[in-house]
Every structure is written in C-alpha cells, then in structure tokens.
C-alpha cells in the first residue's frame, strides 16, 4: 500500500504518451518529454553528441524517433546548432526525384524527360546528398549570425557557391536541391567571385556548370575550411528514412536515395572528423530499409556496423519487474503524479495501478507479464495498448482485467495495421491484404502445409490472395510474417524474432502471437 499522503491522479490524467515521439515532444513540451524519456539498455547519447556514432536503427516502433529528438534537445540546451530533417515531410516526391536526377550522368540524362527518373540503383546520388548537407551547414550558420569558421576565401567561396545554386533561399532545408537541366546548373555569382582556374565551367560567360563539377568544388571547398570557435557544434539529424512498397519506380527511387544519403552522412562526418568542426550527421531509420537497401558498390553494413546502433528492448535475464519496457512504463507512471509524488518507488506506483495478477492468457499471470507478452518488444505497443484504456477509462483509478480485456480487439485490430505498413516494405498492398484473408480462421497453431492449402483455397474465392499466390511461396511469406512478428514457431519453447529468435524454422508448427488472436479470429 500507498504510504504517500497525496492522492495518485487518475487513468485519465497518466502521461502514457504519443505513438509517435515527435508529436509527443510537440504535445507535451521539450521539458515533460525529457522527464518522461527512458532509454533503451544499449543506448548511449554521448557517443552521437561526441560524434562516435552516426546511425541509429531498429525495428518499427523501437524509439528511434524519440531517441533522436532527445539527441536534439540536449544538443539545443546546449547551445548548439541543430536542422531536424524529417525525411518524409521534408523531402517530397518531387525534391527526392531531383535530387535522383543530380545523380545521372549529362549524357543520358539528356533523353529523359524531366519527371521520369529511372529507377536503376547503379545511380550515385552520394554527391548530390553531400552537397544538401554542407547547404543545411552553411545556412545555419548564416541564419544564426555565428563565427562557426574563419571568414577566408574559402568560406566567402562556398557561401557564393551556395547562394548561386539556390538563388540565395536562405531555409536550411525547404529547397533540397537546385534546378538542374541536361545535368547543369546555372549560378548567380557576382563577378567579384574568383573560383580559381580549375573550376569546370560548361558555359563560363553564362556561369553554367556540370552539376558533378559543382558538387566536387563545394566538397572540395568544405574540407578545406578552418574552424574559429572551437566550443560550437553543429547537427543535422535526418528521420523517418523509410521505404513504402506503393509503386516500384518510388519504391526503387528511395533505395538508391537513401542508401545514398547513409553513404554521404558518413563521408560528411569523415571530413568533420579529419578537419575537427564538431559538425555530426546523424539518421535513424529502420531495420527493414537497412535490409531492402541494396548497396551497389558501397560498403553500407560495414558503415552501420562501425558507426551504428541497433536500439533493442530485449532483457537479457533477470526478473520481469526489470524488463525495460516495464522500466520505462513504470517512469511514466511516476512522473505523472503531482511532484510532491517524486519519492514514490517503483513497487509502489505498480501496485497502486495494477493488480498482481490477471490470470487472462494463463493461470498466475502477473500484470507484468500480461503487458510484456501484448507486445513485440517495443514501447510503441506499450503506448498504443495503455492509450486505448486510457481513452475507455478516464476517470479509473486502477487497471484490472475489465481494462485490459475491453480493448484487446481494438488492440489487435491496430497491431495488425501496424504490420500492414512494416509489409509494405516488400509486398503490395493486395499481397498484404492476401496474407490477412490466409490468416483468418486459420486457427491458434498450424504448419506450413495447411498454411499452403488455406492459401490455394482462399485463391479461388479471393482476388487478393489470388496475387499473392501467383507471386510468392508460402515458405518465403511465412518467413516474412515470422521475421516481423505476426506469427512465432510452436515446441518445447516458442520462439519469436522478436525475442532474438532470428533462424526461422519452416518445419515446426507455427503459432500467432497473442496480441493478434482477435484479429484473426482465432
């Protein structure tokens, strides 16, 4: 029991959190979203302040977002400068088919028509990538009126060069990449510039250049800059890096786009490093792009592997009370209660809220344990499962079995979206609607032959699943499901990818994982 004298505020009033971290920072305030942030066991966020690591990756719903809005804001509190790209948002269809287009040599690119970029994933858009990076550097260090480096010819040259490309649009990020025609750009530039002899001018008395020659004098021109104010530090931090399996050509487009962009961050970082300007390049993205990238004559996993950081909520041992994702519920629970509330333990705050058993999946079922196995490792599960209760018991003081109970179709039902959208990473949205109507009914535990029977059958009667029996093997679809989470493999003890599980065996029995039970019907 309690042994506070102030009231613990109501379900209603319980900070549980926004599924996406950027909208929670928005909602709640840089402050309160600090209070609240818990990070994963692996992470460490010095190693990306200090410029030790670039990347950040994991599975959907991970927290890599939230990781990455924490680098931000300690970055912002320390007087840093910092661009937050967000790679959906920002970068639209039509900056990312320009900035593909900079990657096509003069010579084809001349018999393509303007919107048709080819979706071939030979294309080196690296350059074109590196050259927005060093316009984000230098336009928020103009922006903010800094002394970052030296005012010498070089900087005087790369801002000219800058401001020439883009008609001096001074945002950091609204203008991705300059207008480019027959592969050429033309540079307003003042005749008092000076580029020097070597610049490789296509037109020199109407200032028009290749965009390759471009982009080598900018890059060129960044790593020969002298640092002034050795205590400033800038960082440009790039999200939501995703591929989403809509139409190939996009689809293929984004491969290339952003298995360029992993490439030049870490190029950029190089120079960084090599020249000491404390400027850091950091993206986060997810597993599945860091799998469907298909790095054509780029070492990306060595990159990632040396300057990565996969985010995983796995325990390793040890009780369930330790189990991060209920450390990390735990710490919000706590931080929602009045501040003369902050002495609380964690003992206390659980079980002021829960009860120690809920008996729902099986008999001495502790709560802990009900709300680890309603996810897939990830504290995205953990918000959406406690903001449905939240929206259905405002006023409760505690969370029984009515709560967990009253929500688990609902639950199920968005989990399943949830994966629909990780799918598409590779299959159509008819194939994914496929391998729902194969699932339905199919029952708790069953093996790849009925999976394949249920599969011919229903491709009789549906027009969905017909495609994805034409398109694919059941062993490969199984796979895929089990490698995100919808189904686990039955035995002596069941395994889950998420549980670190990654051989999947196409021999065993397979089992839907609990939280998807209602969906499927079974």
């Known amino acids: ?30 402050e309160i979203y600090q209070t609240l942030f818990y990070s994963c066991p692996n992470f460490h966020v010095e190693k990306f302040l200090e410029g030790k690591a670039y990347y950040i990756h994991g599975d959907k719903g991970v927290g890599k977002t939230a990781l990455l809005k924490h680098i931000e804001i300690i970055a912002i509190n320390s007087n840093a400068l910092v661009e937050y790209i967000r790679f959906k948002k920002d970068v639209d269809d039509e900056a990312r088919n320009a900035i593909k287009r900079a990657g096509i040599p003069s010579n084809s690119f001349e018999e393509i028509i303007d919107k048709d970029v080819p979706a ?25 009126k800094c002394t970052f480096f030296e005012e010498n010819r070089e900087w005087n040259q790369l801002k000219s060069l800058i401001r020439g490309a883009y008609k001096n649009d001074d945002s950091p990020i609204k203008k991705i990449f300059p207008k480019i025609k027959h592969g050429n750009i033309k540079l307003d530039l003042g005749d008092i510039v000076e580029l020097g002899a070597d610049f490789e001018w296509e037109d020199c008395s109407n200032k028009i250049v290749s965009f390759s020659a471009y982009a080598k004098k900018v890059i060129d021109l960044f790593s020969r800059l002298k ?21 190939k050509k996009t689809y293929q487009r984004d491969i290339a786009l952003i298995r360029d962009l992993i490439q030049a961050i870490y190029y950029i970082n190089e120079i960084s490093k090599t020249c000491k300007y404390q400027i850091y390049s950091i993206a986060c993205f997810r597993n599945e792009v860091y799998r469907n990238v298909a790095s054509v004559g780029y070492e990306i996993n060595k990159n990632v592997q040396d300057y990565g950081v996969e985010i995983s909520w796995q325990q390793s041992g040890g009780s369930i009370i330790d189990n991060p994702l209920i450390k990390m519920l735990t710490n919000r629970l706590i931080n929602s209660q009045p501040r003369t509330g902050s002495n609380i333990s964690e003992q206390e705050i659980w079980q002021a809220y829960f009860d120690e058993y809920v008996n729902i999946n099986y008999q001495f079922q502790t709560s802990r344990n009900y709300v680890v196995d309603q996810t897939w490792g990830k504290p995205r599960d953990i918000i959406r499962l406690f903001n449905l209760i939240q ?18 179709k609902v639950y199920s039902q968005e989990s399943w979206e949830e994966f629909s959208n990780e799918l598409s990473a590779k299959y159509t949205q008819e194939e994914i609607d496929g391998i729902k109507q194969v699932l339905v009914g199919i029952g708790t535990v069953f093996s790849l032959e009925m999976f394949t029977r ?26 895929d499901i089990y490698r995100v989470g919808i189904i686990g493999t039955d035995g002596k003890w069941k395994r889950f990818y998420f549980k670190g599980d990654e051989d999947f065996d196409c021999t065993a029995s397979f089992v839907i994982h609990y939280p998807l039970r209602r969906f499927f019907s079974v």
């Open 120 to 144: 071939n994933l030979g294309i080196n858009c690296i350059a074109a990538w590196q050259v927005y990076i060093i316009k984000c550097i230098v336009n928020q260090i103009t922006a903010k």
């Open 1 to 30: 029991m309690l042994e506070n004298s102030f009231a613990l505020v109501p379900i209603g009033k319980l900070y549980f959190g926004k599924l996406d971290a950027y909208s929670e920072c928005l909602e709640y305030g840089a």
């Open 391 to 408: 929206k259905k018991f405002e006023d409760a003081q505690r969370i029984g079995n009515s709560c967990f109970e009253s929500v688990r």
């Open 227 to 247: 640092k002034k104010n050795h205590e400033q530090r800038s960082y440009i931090l790039f999200d939501e890096l995703e591929l989403v399996n809509l139409q």
């Open 454 to 479: 249920k599969l011919e059958e229903k491709s009789m009667h549906f027009p969905t699943v017909k495609i994805l029996h034409d398109n694919r093997l059941p062993v490969e679809i199984l796979s």
